[in-house]
């Protein structure tokens, strides 16, 4: 199992050390179309996979790589990160939505609780 994942981590990585097999590019394209958090899943759950398989320190050590390869995918999946006064001005608009959203929803709130409580007075007359 190691060898396969092994394999076709080579065919999706490093395809020019496979250019005499035919079906190399199809699979390099197919490979360079996934996005970093697609490769980032693959590479954890195909390192993971082994481990609980046959859990030998041969095998940890070996999909170790694999399952550090798939956190740096990750990682950049995420992106960089914002200077401070761009996410300094993101939380203040982000603030001020949440308190709209918190003022209407309180306005539309107590008109819910008021005729709930009409319902509930009619039904009991």
Known sequence: MQMLIA??????ECPYCCLMVTF?????????NRTY??????????????????AGISTITGNLCLFVAGVFYGLMALGKKA????MVARASTEESQNADMKAHLMETGGKVVA???LQNASRKI
């Open 7 to 12: 394999i076709l981590v080579l065919l999706f």
């Open 37 to 54: 958090w697609q490769k980032a899943l693959m590479y954890t759950i195909s390192a993971i996979v082994p481990i609980c398989l046959c």
């Open 115 to 117: 005729q709930q409580a």
């Open 24 to 32: 190399v590019q199809k699979v390099s394209q197919f490979a360079d």
């Open 83 to 86: 200077d401070r006064n761009e």
